[in-house]
Structure formats: C-alpha cells, structure tokens
C-alpha cells in the first residue's frame, strides 16, 4: 500500500497532541533548566558557570551526593537480592503459586507515602512496634531511634525502600524464569550437576537481559523517588537524610534558588542519562 | 534409591514454605499494622508497649479522619486529577501509537526514541521551570496543572504499550476495511479498538494509579488546602506535631484500595508495558 501525502500529514496529526504536552510539560522545562544553570534567561544573557563552581563548593551539596551514593546502590543491590531470591522460591511447584504473586506485589502497589508512613509510625522511638519486638527479644537494651540518630537514620528509610521496591524486580525476573526451557535443566541433571551450579550457569545466562534491564530501571527510579525521604524524614534531622531529590526541591521551592536548583538538577539528569543509555539502546535496538 | 531421592525432596518442600512463610510476615507486616493501628483508639495506639490487637476495636480512626484534614476533599482531588488524566493520556498516547504503528515517515524512530529518553529525567528537573510556565498562565495551584504535568509523565508509557498492542494486531485486517471503502478512521474504530480494549484500559489505569500515588507534583505545584490531594495530604499529616496515628493509617488505607484492586486485576498487562515504558517512581 502506498501512503499518499495527506497521509504523511495524518500520521504527523495524531502525534500532535502527544508532542504538544511532552513539549509544554517536559521538552520546554527541560531546555530552561539548563539555561538557567548558567544563568541564561529570556530577558538576561550573561553566561555563567558559577552555579557550577557553586555547587562544587558546597558540602550541602556533598552532602546529598555522598547521601545518594549511599542510597541507591544499596536500595539497587538489596531489590535485586531479595527480588531475585522471592522469585526463585515463588517459581517452585508450591500451592496457591498466584496469590502469594499477588500477596508479594501488595508492598509495590500502595501509594510510596502510605509506605513512608507507616514505616516510621513502626520506627517511633518510644510507641513504635519495631522497638517494642527488639526490646522484649532482647537484642537491644534501649529504644533505637531509628530515622534520627546519625549512623542508622539513612538505613532506615533504605530499609523501607527495599520492601517497597523489590515486589516490581521479583516480577520481572519471575517472567524471566518461566520463560526459561525447562529442558535444559533436565539435560543438566542427566550431567550430574548439583542445583547450585545450575543456577549459575544456566539459570543466570539465561536471565541476563531481564537482570540489565531491572538494574537500569530501579537505579533511574530510586535516583529520583523523594517520597520515602520526604514523608519518613524531609531529609533531616538537619540534612542527615538529604538525598539530591530532596536537596534540589529544598534549593528550588523553599530557598527560591532557582538557578543554583536548576545546577544540581542538571547534574542529576546527566548522571541518570549515563546510567539508562544501555537500557535505552537495547529498548531501540528491539 | 527411589525412596531416599522421595525423602530428600520432602524436606526441601518444607524449607520452600518456611522461607516463603518468612517473606509473606515480611511483606504483609507493615500492611496489617497500618490495618491495626486504624482500629484503635488513639489512646491505645500510643500504649508502651503497643498491643497485639486492638483491646477494643473502634472505628474511631475512620471517623476522625475526617475533621482532623479535610480528607473528602483532598480524596475528590486526587480523583478529579487521576481520572482525567487517565483519559488524556490514553488518547493522547493512543493516537501517537497508532500514528507510529501504521504510518511510515521520517521523524518515527526519533519520536519513539525521545519519548523514551524523556522517561529518564527525573521529575525534579521538570517541576521547576513548569511551574514557572504555569504562574505566566495563572494556571498554578489548579487541576488542570496537575492533569496536564501526570499526562506528560504517563504518556510514554501509553505510547510505548498502546504500539506495542497496534503492532500485534496484523495490518490485513485494517487494509482489509480500508479495501471496503471504509476510511482510516473506521478502520481505527471498528479494528484496532476493539483488538485492543484491554490493553487500553490496562493504560488508563496505569496512568490513573500513576497520578492517585505521586508525591513531588502535587507537592511542588499545589499551595492551597482546596488543591491538595490524598498523598500530599498524609505526607503533610505524618510530619505535624501532633499525629493522630489511627486516623492517618485509616486514611492510608483507604488511599490504598484503588492501588491494590487495580494493579492486582492488571498486573500481567502491566508488567511487560512497564519494562518498555519505564515509568512509576
């Protein structure tokens, strides 16, 4: 079938409500961030680098770099861990097999602020459940607080940001092992190969792409959630628990720094790009 | 032989339901102490140490909930913005898919390509000038800003999953009407649609959920009590001085119920949309 030219025009027609919004919403934004971080705006020109210069001076910035740094790696590594781990027990030959699924899944369904609430509704140092259990089992001798005291408080909410987030990679790798040919496992077992082994060289191969692809998604989203931070602790106390989400809200919509915001934010974004480039090019490639 | 091998797996089954028992008190705990702690009374919630079960079940909380924050509107907020967006997005989203799926022109691969990059950028990056934009318009602290940002977020998830669908449904059928004399439009109508239902409606509720659970937007483009949503209301309840927590869980539980019905009908629709799309968080 050959397309005539008013088709051309038609197809560029339906796509125009799509770009209109991305371009309005994230396109246009986008653009004037990073103007602004080197101090470029409609009616003022002079270019600047000292938002960047700023920045690198700042240990509050640092701070919730460092912050970061903590953070998401470990939220990363600890929802692939147990993701992995639920999703190997759950594809066992056990009864009632898709209502545990579902029951798993509850954590990843629940709005994150009802999570970062009840999290630290059982954190409170003095009527919270966690330190209630703790206390009568003996393994501590005094109430913990748990989202103010230095060494724990960001540990705490990556506590809670696990069971939140490792729900969605234990359903994509379960995907990944159903669609594993039951076949070579029995080829495996004909070989004498005990189960450890097969899982690490046959089931592992097997689910490299869904591991890349898990890995990308969940750093890009835990890079850029603020609500567990922002509902257990806003970041404090003082800014113990500031990651650069919370930070550059902070910059932005209580400081009114926008350039200097619009700074981190850039860096932010250049940092997430890095990081989902081999998601985006195997996506494309398919 | 045979039976030692029998034996051997037996008791693998066992660890299997141990460790699974132990995952499931895990998952469901902080669930049911939300669901604990809206039956108490707000005395008995603040017992140390906290009991079990609620000596006297009340549904203190449930009522409470209401005069301690203007709660109904705040959950007709979150509905007046989820739902439309939900529609947006999907038509929106729908309209650009098929464009792609069934149209070959020269900007394709970068559209596709674009809308997926921009899933990348964090959030943070966009609420800043957006609401700049918005108070140019006078737009700010309305629905319509909200509606109009979560389409955004959504829309390359819609595009992505709603092509994907287009894709799977093979083009003779639709050359097939267009043979009859029927124009593109019929054929959208009468072929795709239908073909397609569930996987459009799998799209409109992600978007819905999408907005009913965000934070960051409401937080940074609302002011007025009037403006709030569920969300913004309880991430602004937990910090107050006071806490009345039975209230709070009562209302958290209730924010949850779209969420959890929802996903738990479509979570196999959802899953292979949302490795593509890459949204939600």
């Not at chain 1, 579902?102 to 629940?110: D, Y």
């Not at chain 2, 028992?21 to 049911?32: C, G």
Request: with cysteine; glycine share 6%; charged share 15%.
């Amino acid at each position: 079938m050959r397309f005539s030219l008013s088709d051309k025009l038609l197809a560029y027609l339906l796509l125009l409500p799509a770009a209109l919004v991305l371009f309005f919403v994230l396109l246009f934004p986008m653009v004037s961030t990073l103007l602004t971080s080197f101090g470029i705006e409609l009616n003022n020109f002079n270019f600047t680098f000292d938002n960047y210069v700023r920045l690198f001076k700042d240990p509050e910035f640092w701070n919730s770099f460092k912050n970061t740094l903590i953070f998401v790696p470990i939220s990363v590594i600890g929802d692939l861990v147990l993701g992995l781990s639920v999703a190997l027990l759950l594809n066992q030959k056990i009864k009632g097999r898709k209502f545990f699924r579902v029951l798993v899944l509850l954590p990843w369904m629940i709005p994150s602020v009802v999570t970062g609430a009840t999290w630290r509704w059982m954190y409170n140092p003095i009527s919270g459940i966690i330190n209630s259990i703790l206390l009568r089992v003996g393994l501590i001798e005094e109430p913990v607080l748990w989202l103010s005291s230095k060494s724990i408080a960001l540990f705490s909410i990556i506590m809670a940001n696990i069971w939140r987030g490792f729900p969605y990679v234990m359903l994509i790798m379960l995907t990944g092992l159903q669609s594993i040919d039951s076949d070579i496992y029995e080829a495996g077992t004909i070989d004498g190969v005990n189960s450890w082994q097969k899982f690490i060289y046959l089931t592992l191969p097997n689910l490299k792409k869904n591991i890349i692809v898990v890995l990308a998604l969940t750093t890009v989203w835990e890079f850029r959630q603020i609500d567990l931070v922002k509902t257990m602790t806003g970041g404090g106390p003082g800014s113990l628990t500031e990651v650069l989400v919370s930070f550059v809200f902070k910059q932005y919509f209580e400081f009114f720094q926008f350039d200097y915001a619009s700074a981190i934010a850039v860096i932010m974004s250049v940092l997430m790009l890095i990081i989902s480039i081999p998601y985006i090019k195997g996506i494309l490639a398919d | 032989m045979k039976q030692i091998s029998k034996k051997v797996r037996f008791n693998w089954k066992i660890v299997i339901y141990l460790l699974l028992a132990v995952v499931l008190i895990y998952v469901l705990f902080p669930i049911l102490w939300m669901i604990i702690t809206s039956l108490k009374s707000e005395q008995e919630a603040l017992l140390i140490p906290p009991t079990w079960f609620p000596k006297k079940i009340t549904t203190f909380g449930f009522r409470y909930m209401w005069q301690m924050k203007p709660f109904l509107i705040y959950f007709k907020n979150s509905l007046l913005t989820a739902g439309p967006t939900a529609i947006f997005s999907t038509l929106f989203g729908g309209l650009a898919a098929y464009s792609v799926s069934r149209f070959r022109f020269p900007l394709r691969k970068f559209f596709m390509g674009f809308v997926l990059c921009t899933q990348m950028i964090p959030g943070v990056l966009l609420v800043g000038p957006y609401f700049k934009v918005l108070n140019k318009f006078q737009l700010y602290d309305t629905h319509l800003a909200l509606i109009l940002g979560y389409t955004a977020v959504a829309l390359p998830f819609c595009t992505w999953m709603l092509k994907g669908y287009f894709d799977s449904i093979p083009r003779e059928l639709d050359e097939a009407t267009l043979v009859d004399g029927c124009t593109k439009f019929t054929a959208f109508f009468k072929v795709i649609l239908p073909l397609s239902f569930p996987g459009i409606v799998a799209t409109g509720v992600f978007s819905f959920l999408l907005a009913w659970g965000d934070l960051l937007w409401a937080l940074c483009l609302t002011s007025s009590e009037s403006m709030s949503t569920v969300t913004l209301g309880i991430a602004n309840s937990v910090g107050e001085y006071r806490v009345v927590w039975p209230a709070l869980m009562a209302a958290a539980l209730i924010a949850c119920v779209p969420s959890i019905v929802f996903y738990s009908f479509l979570q196999k629709y959802i899953v292979s949309g949302m490795t593509k799309g890459g949204v939600k968080g």
